[in-house]
Nanobody, 115 residues
Framework: QVQLVESGGGLVQPGESLRLSCEAS????????IIWHRQAPGSPRDWVAS???????KYVDSVKGRFTIIRDNAKNAVYLQMNSLKPEDSGVYYC?????????WGQGTQVTVSS
């Protein structure tokens, strides 16, 4: 069964860090592009960061220098290291694995940044 599972979300204060995990089962993430999306309440789902099949990383401007996307083929997982978190980083984070016409999504993990 093909599955993506996100984890690592939680409630943190501004300035703190979180590490989100996106773990795959039933298929190998090797060769897939991985995209992290974020959806805040009442807002559309937005792209936050991505890592391509060749490990080229891209970030939305608002997270550059604070977020890092990391691929670990040995663990069949991709991580999103989020540092210096801000309240506007809050939302449900989803990972998507995509290659050619295939696209798999996880169920999301909630991140809340609040004092």
């Amino acid at each position: 069964q093909v599955q993506l599972v996100e984890s690592g979300g939680g409630l943190v204060q501004p300035g703190e860090s979180l590490r989100l995990s996106c773990e795959a089962s039933g298929f190998s993430l090797n060769g897939y592009g991985i995209i992290w999306h974020r959806q805040a309440p009442g807002s559309p789902r937005d792209w936050v960061a991505s890592i391509g099949g060749t490990n080229l990383q891209k970030y939305v401007d608002s997270v550059k220098g604070r977020f890092t996307i990391i691929r670990d083929n040995a663990k069949n997982a991709v991580y999103l290291q989020m540092n210096s978190l801000k309240p506007e980083d809050s939302g449900v984070y989803y990972c998507e694995a995509t290659r050619l016409r295939a696209s798999y999504w996880g169920q999301g993990t909630q991140v809340t940044v609040s004092s």
